[in-house]
């Protein structure tokens, strides 16, 4: 190996000194835009938010989380007399601010410095059940901003018979819930990614998509690296904000909050907003929604009083829109409703955006309903997932002019219809077309405002066409949007955990799935051959590319020799809204299912139940005779000849078991008047 003496001349000197200042502009930024492998954190006191006020707890909280923190083998935690001597050498007084904090970092010479509340800490003295709410935060030193965190609710088991005290219970609830916080904010962190193009308007293309755990309505902080030229180091430069709008699997646009110039190659990472914070946010959202409302219904009146006849030109009520499945398993369509009621036009023109308010001009147009050219009334819409080719429709309008004779006119539509992508966010309106109400120029509909002379000229690059034959415009209005919805498909259940057909132990049952893109919130349900639920868990945090959850069934709860069913649920749980905005859907009618995507059905044995001690009986029910659960009513429909699954009753000729009844619904949690299905 060759080595460096001091014999080397002045031009390799020259060049080494070179590499040496390239390697200190360009390694600080790489490593920040790259998170690197080990991160050092100092994890400061935590404080207790509870009643109790007590710091022997927040001393137990703060040393759980820098224990699991530690564990996770992801940060290199500093130790607590050193942060405590800082603390005090800088006379900080806690909690620390995010300036404190930062100085702290500093100080330390570390990547984070870790902030938390300890907000619930509760036991039942009568169960021995332990209770503990833990928020932590995660403070970027370089950033200067909170990047990471969580918020978790742990509860430890009911001990029966318990008479120990609290220290215990409370011990084992804060480990559960430091781990549990640490393990949610590593699989909910978000790629730090860069501005890949800034458009005329401002808006950001960013290298970071659903798949790297963007969303919609997400905070990204923008960091420019800068070179201290008397410093000779690069130092990161905080910008601004980017507000996420859009998104794609693999890229998303987002909006400048306020007055934020990024340029191309500024870097990004998410905000994280801790709960208080989104609940406030929240809060005031309502309070201008409902200011808004008001003006709004104001204005609708002077409105009102200004035009006579009826509201054929208005525009359209407000949709909501939400994923929607003939049957679990299938891929689900985009269904936009009209909540109150029927909707009555010639015809109903479906738009697809990225953005809430994102124009009705012919660019995204995706679909045109026009049931048999009358003026029909239709309740829903649908947006199919599948590219179609371009379509030719052709609406024709019969009405009386202003001289009171018949008047026919049309309107022609050339529209494509976009594929709906996995993991992408959707709003979605609605224009009807009508038949003019008044004579021109005396006193014009109201949806002559925007009329399809103005929609045309703004004909996108996919060359979709509104063109209308004469001078009466009959295009309404576009209404507000509805959704958002994210694309989510059914989750892919294993067929080897559980494997149908090998019997599974009743004291322990494994069920493995795939996560689906886009999708933030699992549901499992287990339930007998009568479609009795017997096990129904919600609130499953994706951890990608697969989920597994066990279930270890209490005494009775299955019997051996039996063949039972399973499916799961996906959805993007911060989309769901009030009045079925958001809410999946799936099937119709007594057979309708609400709240999740779901999967397609799979069943699974169990192993002979051993027989219990001398002198006692254990009963064992065949396939299709499962006894239903003791205040659970198994409710079957007669005439159903869906034969059971599964091997037939010991010592029946043939075995094959009795016909299996039909599942009966489960109670949704909201559901809607029948539907009638969207034309084609």
């Not at 059940?129 to 403070?139: D, P, S």
């Not at 901003?145 to 018979?161: A, N, R």
């Not at 962190?189 to 755990?213: F, K, Q, Y």
């Amino acid at each position: 190996m060759r080595s460096f003496s001091p014999r080397s001349n002045a031009r390799h000197v020259s060049l080494l000194g070179a590499c040496v200042l390239l390697a200190a502009t360009v390694l600080p930024a790489a490593l920040w835009a790259q998170g690197g492998d080990v991160t050092t954190v100092a994890v400061v006191r935590f404080t207790d938010m509870t009643a109790r006020r007590s710091s022997l707890l927040e001393a137990k909280a703060t040393d759980a989380v820098a224990l699991a923190l530690s564990d996770s083998k992801e940060y290199l935690v500093t130790p607590a007399r050193e942060v405590d001597r800082e603390v005090q050498a800088l006379a900080l007084n806690l909690p620390l601010s995010m300036t404190e904090a930062v100085r702290l970092g500093k100080r330390l010479d570390v990547d984070c410095v870790c902030l938390g509340q300890v907000l619930v800490a509760a036991v039942n003295t009568t169960t021995g059940k332990g209770e503990v709410r833990l928020q932590i935060m995660m403070v970027d030193v370089e950033a200067a901003e909170l990047l990471d965190g969580s918020t978790v609710t742990t509860q430890t088991k009911p001990i029966p018979g318990w008479s120990g005290t609290e220290a215990d219970i409370l011990n084992e609830a804060l480990r559960q819930s430091a781990e549990e916080g640490v393990a949610r904010m590593l699989a909910t962190r978000v790629r730090r990614g860069s501005v890949d193009a800034v458009l005329p308007t401002g808006t950001c293309a960013i290298n970071l998509g659903s798949e790297d755990g963007a969303a919609s309505g997400m905070k990204l902080v923008v960091m420019r690296p800068v070179y201290l030229k008397e410093l000779e180091t690069v130092t990161l430069r905080k910008i601004g904000y980017l507000e996420v709008s859009r998104m794609h699997p693999d890229m998303c646009y987002a909006d400048p909050v306020r007055n934020v110039a990024p340029r191309t190659g500024d870097y990004v990472v998410r905000v994280y907003e801790p709960q208080a914070v989104v609940i406030k946010e929240a809060a005031k959202q309502d309070r201008t929604k409902f200011v808004w409302g008001l003006a709004s219904l104001a204005l609708l009146g002077a409105l009102a009083g200004i035009a006579t006849g009826g509201n054929e030109g208005t525009k359209p009520p407000t949709p909501i829109s939400y994923l929607y499945q003939d049957t679990p398993g299938v891929r689900p369509t985009i269904r936009v409703e009209f909540l109150h009621g029927l909707d009555k036009a010639f015809g109903h023109l479906l738009f697809r955006g990225p953005i809430r308010y994102f124009p009705a001009d012919p660019y995204y147009l995706v679909e045109v309903s026009t049931r048999g050219m009358g003026e029909e009334r239709i309740r829903a819409t649908e947006d199919l997932p599948d590219w179609r080719d371009q379509r030719d429709v052709t609406i024709t309008v019969t009405f009386r002019d202003e001289s009171g004779d018949y008047t026919t006119e049309t309107v022609d539509i050339t529209y494509m219809h976009p594929q709906l992508d996995p993991g992408s966010t959707y709003y979605h309106r609605i224009q009807r077309v009508t038949k003019p109400q008044f004579p021109p120029g005396t006193n014009p509909p109201i949806g002559s405002t925007g009329g399809t002379e103005q929609v045309a000229q703004a004909a996108g690059p996919d060359e979709n066409v509104i063109d209308q034959s004469g001078d009466f415009p009959m295009l309404s209005q576009a209404s507000d949007p509805a959704g958002p919805v994210t694309y989510i498909e059914a989750p892919t259940l294993s067929t080897t955990v559980p494997q149908p057909g090998v019997p599974q132990n009743t004291a322990s049952i494994d069920f493995e799935w795939s996560t689906v893109v886009g999708a933030d919130d699992y549901m499992l349900e287990v339930y007998d051959a009568n479609g009795t639920v017997l096990l129904r868990r919600t609130g499953i945090r994706p951890t990608p590319p697969t989920i597994r959850e066990n279930w270890r069934p209490a005494a009775g709860d299955l019997a051996g020799q039996s063949t039972y069913y399973w499916h799961v649920g996906a959805r993007k749980k911060t989309e769901v809204g009030a009045r079925g905005q958001g809410i999946p859907q799936c099937g119709a009618g007594s057979n309708l299912q609400v709240g999740y995507v779901l999967s397609s059905e799979q069943s699974f044995v169990t192993a002979p139940i051993p027989p219990g001690p001398v002198g006692t009986t254990t009963p064992v029910a065949g396939p299709g005779k499962i006894a239903a659960k003791p205040g659970k009513q198994a409710n079957a429909t007669a005439g159903d000849t869906k034969p059971a699954k599964g091997g037939g009753k010991p010592g029946r000729t043939g075995g094959n078991a009795p016909p299996r009844p039909a599942r009966p619904p489960r109670t949704p949690v909201w559901q809607p008047a029948p539907t009638v299905g969207p034309g084609r």
